[in-house]
């Protein structure tokens, strides 16, 4: 049980079984939550999986988004809005952006990039955020060869706002903006498919075609 969610010590020392936790103690345990492998007892390492998990259950921390001069594209309902953030907006916005994809990438089981860069630094990006934390992400970019089709390199929603029509709210900010002539068809949006459930997601949306996403 060494691999659960934060708080298992405060546990069981609360339960008297403070003996079973010292035996664990400079032992290697993978979180069963947010699979990140961390030294049982390593101030640092117990405060980077508390950081991890924190970010799998409420989302990657965002709060400069929720400031008065972040560019609003769309109102979701009363706690969460969508957030246009640029590839050349302020570095620390764009590190918002690179905070949430590495928290997408990890709850996918996708690789990460933790040096920074990489697509979503092309990349436009639009944020759902909610409290603070960012709860949602659609990174879009132009299509080579195709000027009028808008590309959708990654959806992701966290686990907890599922199924609640978020993904949704996302991809429609991202069309409306995506172009100065109007709103961007949803049969003129390629897609990069790369789970199935984005391939499920899409065909319902009604998107194109496929396309390879620009390199990082």
């Known amino acids: 049980f060494f691999q659960a969610e934060d708080g298992i010590r405060a546990c069981l020392l609360s339960r008297g079984l403070g003996d079973v936790y010292k035996r664990q103690l400079g032992r290697r345990a993978e979180c069963a939550r947010c699979g990140l492998l961390y030294v049982v007892g390593d101030a640092a390492d117990e405060a980077a999986h508390a950081r991890r998990c924190d970010a799998f259950r409420r ?3 965002a709060a400069r988004l929720e400031r008065a001069d972040a560019r609003v594209a769309a109102d979701v309902d009363d706690r969460t809005r969508v957030v246009e953030v640029r ?6 916005l ?10 997408a990438a990890r709850d996918l089981g996708a690789p990460t990039d933790d040096g920074g860069g ?26 080579p060869g195709a000027p009028r089709t808008m590309g959708v390199a990654a959806v992701w929603v966290l686990a907890a706002r ?7 709210a996302l991809v429609d900010a991202a069309r409306a903006r995506f172009a100065l002539a109007g709103p961007v068809p949803r049969r003129s949006i390629a897609t990069t498919h790369r789970t199935r459930d984005g391939a499920a997601f899409f065909a319902a949306y009604g998107a194109g075609r496929v396309y390879a996403p620009t390199p990082g």
């Open 162 to 168: 599922r199924r609640r029509g978020l993904g949704t």
């Open 118 to 143: 990489g697509e979503d630094d092309a990349a436009t990006a639009y944020v759902a955020v909610a409290r603070g934390r960012a709860v949602g992400l659609c990174l879009v970019e132009p299509v």
């Open 94 to 103: 764009r590190a918002v952006v690179r905070e949430a994809r590495r928290t």
């Open 59 to 61: 989302g990657a921390p």
């Open 87 to 92: 590839p050349t907006d302020a570095r620390s």
